[in-house]
């Protein structure tokens, strides 16, 4: 998952797990679009779509070419699998993914994210500026370096100690 590559990668095997190069003159459906699909033949009964988090809609079929284009009524609200089924009988299944830009692993400028956030965004532009942003806002005190100066001087006393009972005897 550190690579660029890997939402390409993910997007493209889920494309193919859900037989979506028929319908790649579409281009793939998108979070906010209706789910969409290619048909050999028309469906027998009336077009449902199922898709996660209890997604249901009604579906609208049109000829187009050889073929027949699945249009759901509703938009689809989130990622994953949607089944087009008629009479119970799954028809087609594609995958309905993020907005590609939303992927997008490339720095943004600080300028655009400044002017998207109304100038509430700040920057952090180097390891001295995160540590002095942390010490700020740190709740609490740390005490790991006096317990670990108490450590030291403890173990410096003991061994003092042990040194003179070895000469006194």
């Given at each position: 998952?550190?690579?660029?590559?890997?939402?390409?990668?993910?997007?493209?095997?889920?494309?193919?797990?859900?037989?979506?190069a028929?319908?790649?003159?579409?281009?793939?459906?998108?979070?906010?679009?209706?789910?969409?699909?290619?048909?050999?033949?028309?469906?027998?009964?009336?077009?449902?779509?199922?898709?996660?988090?209890?997604?249901?809609?009604?579906?609208?079929?049109?000829?187009?070419?050889?073929?027949?284009?699945?249009?759901?009524d509703?938009?689809?609200?989130?990622?994953?699998?949607?089944e087009?089924?008629?009479?119970?009988?799954?028809?087609?299944?594609?995958?309905?993914?993020?907005?590609?830009?939303?992927?997008?692993?490339?720095?943004?400028?600080?300028?655009?994210?400044?002017?998207?956030?109304?100038?509430?965004?700040?920057?952090?532009?180097s390891?001295?500026?995160?540590?002095?942003?942390l010490e700020?806002?740190?709740?609490?005190r740390?005490l790991?370096?006096p317990?670990?100066?108490?450590?030291?001087?403890?173990?410096?006393?003991?061994?003092?100690?042990?040194?003179?009972?070895?000469?006194?005897?």
């Amino acid at each position: 998952p550190y690579s660029g590559s890997f939402v390409p990668l993910l997007r493209g095997l889920v494309s193919h797990a859900a037989r979506a190069a028929r319908a790649s003159t579409l281009g793939p459906p998108r979070v906010g679009e209706p789910p969409r699909a290619r048909l050999d033949q028309p469906p027998a009964s009336a077009l449902t779509v199922r898709g996660p988090d209890a997604y249901l809609s009604q579906a609208s079929v049109r000829a187009e070419g050889v073929g027949y284009l699945a249009v759901a009524d509703a938009p689809a609200l989130e990622p994953g699998f949607y089944e087009f089924e008629s009479g119970g009988r799954p028809l087609a299944t594609v995958a309905v993914n993020l907005d590609p830009v939303e992927s997008d692993l490339a720095p943004l400028p600080p300028d655009s994210v400044r002017a998207a956030s109304g100038g509430r965004a700040s920057f952090l532009g180097s390891p001295r500026a995160l540590a002095t942003h942390l010490e700020g806002t740190r709740r609490g005190r740390e005490l790991w370096m006096p317990l670990l100066l108490i450590a030291a001087l403890a173990l410096v006393g003991e061994l003092l100690l042990g040194s003179a009972r070895t000469l006194k005897a």
